[in-house]
Nanobody, 116 residues
Framework: VQLQASGGGPVQVGGSLRLSCAAS????????MYWYREAPGKQRELVVG???????NYADSVRGRFTISKDNAKNSVYLQMNSVKPEDTGVYYC???????????WGQGTLVTVSS
């Protein structure tokens, strides 16, 4: 089972970026998926989660600006980031819930740098 995140890079304040997370060895449509981020000097925090049924839970700081979506055909999850702010800078991680006893698994991070 593997998660491969991509799409990070530099972006200007107010701009947009789309992160992708390609899954292998599991079925995204049947799995709760998450995007987390870790800003410099801060703890990793939940950005958004989406359940297997499509229910979403956004952090207050990104609600209305970020959108999570699944593409079942591509077995991937995306994070559309709009109106980005400097505080959105960080390493973004894709995660998924696996059955007990495995629990939550993580992909490698992708760095997003927002500059003015």
């Amino acid at each position: 089972v593997q998660l491969q995140a991509s799409g990070g890079g530099p972006v200007q304040v107010g701009g947009s970026l789309r992160l992708s997370c390609a899954a292998s060895g599991m079925t995204v449509s049947r799995t709760s998926m998450y995007w987390y981020r870790e800003a410099p000097g801060k703890q990793r925090e939940l950005v958004v989660g989406i359940s297997s049924g499509g229910l979403t839970n956004y952090a207050d700081s990104v609600r209305g600006r970020f959108t999570i979506s699944k593409d079942n055909a591509k077995n991937s999850v995306y994070l559309q980031m709009n109106s980005v702010k400097p505080e959105d800078t960080g390493v973004y991680y894709c995660a998924a819930d696996r059955p007990v006893p495995v629990g939550r698994i993580w992909g490698q991070g992708t760095l997003v740098t927002v500059s003015s």
